[in-house]
């Protein structure tokens, strides 16, 4: 079974500055999709990036961009220029292209934007 | 974009009672749906998965008689949970998707408070 692992329960960043949160997955699929999800305190789910399996170039939307690095398993998000807006709870996810699709999270990281 | 419609966002009844959330996909055809629980500061669990016109496929653990999922057209998925309890008390998301290359697009959430 996949399984996914958010090592940094909690990290904060000075406004303005990057940040980078860490998550590593296991899986014995080569075929798969990656994503990064924020959650506010408004509980709403909203997607801030994903990736796929079969792409070697690291995903970028913005501010936010991923270190992917597939045989490491590991799926780094890094948001620069960090904003007050920014700090959320960050749910790394997989999603198998099996099992009806089902996406896994990690335990999340809670970030604090420090003014 | 895309928009799931979750209904009721809050809901606070009596030990006993039966809850019904409704999920819609307001745009598209959602031929997948999958309703998740999320416990105060913790990740979101994978409760099922229902394709329309099928019985859900319930995640280990998930009693299927306590919580029951229809998914009776291709823009309607509802939870009943059955005989709340206060320990059903939770944040229950649901997402839908249409073909396999797309992202889940998610709900706002039933904030469910069983007394």
């Known amino acids: 079974a996949q399984t996914v692992t958010q090592s940094q329960p909690e990290m904060s960043v000075q406004e303005a500055e990057t940040v980078t949160l860490s998550c590593t997955y296991d899986?014995?699929?080569?075929?798969?999709?990656l994503f990064w999800y924020k959650q506010p305190p408004s509980r709403q789910m909203i997607l801030v990036i994903r990736?796929?399996?079969?792409?070697?170039q690291n995903a970028t939307e913005n501010r936010f961009s991923v270190n992917f690095q597939k045989a490491a398993k590991s799926f780094s998000l890094k948001i620069s220029d960090s904003q007050l807006g920014d700090a959320a709870m960050y749910f790394c996810?997989?999603?198998?292209?099996?099992?009806?699709?089902?996406?896994?999270f990690g335990p999340g990281t809670s970030l604090s934007v420090i003014p | 974009g895309a928009v799931v419609s979750q209904h009721p966002s809050r809901v606070i009844c009596k030990s006993g009672t039966s809850v019904k959330i409704e999920c819609r996909s307001l745009?598209?055809?959602?031929?997948?749906m999958f309703w998740y629980r999320q416990f105060p500061k913790q990740s979101l669990m994978l409760m099922a998965t229902?394709?329309?016109?099928?019985?859900?496929?319930?995640e280990q653990g998930v009693e299927k008689d306590k919580f029951l999922i229809n998914h009776a057209s291709l823009t309607l998925s509802t939870l009943t949970v059955t005989s709340a309890h206060p320990e059903d008390s939770s944040f229950y998301i649901c997402s839908a998707k249409t073909t396999s290359n797309q992202p889940q697009h998610f709900g706002d959430g039933t904030r469910l408070s069983i007394l």
């Open positions: 899986t014995s699929e080569s075929d798969y999709y």
């Open positions: 745009d598209f055809q959602a031929t997948t």
């Open positions: 996810a997989y999603r198998s292209r099996t099992s009806y699709d089902k996406v896994i």
């Open positions: 990736q796929e399996a079969y792409k070697q």
């Open positions: 229902s394709n329309e016109g099928s019985k859900a496929t319930y």
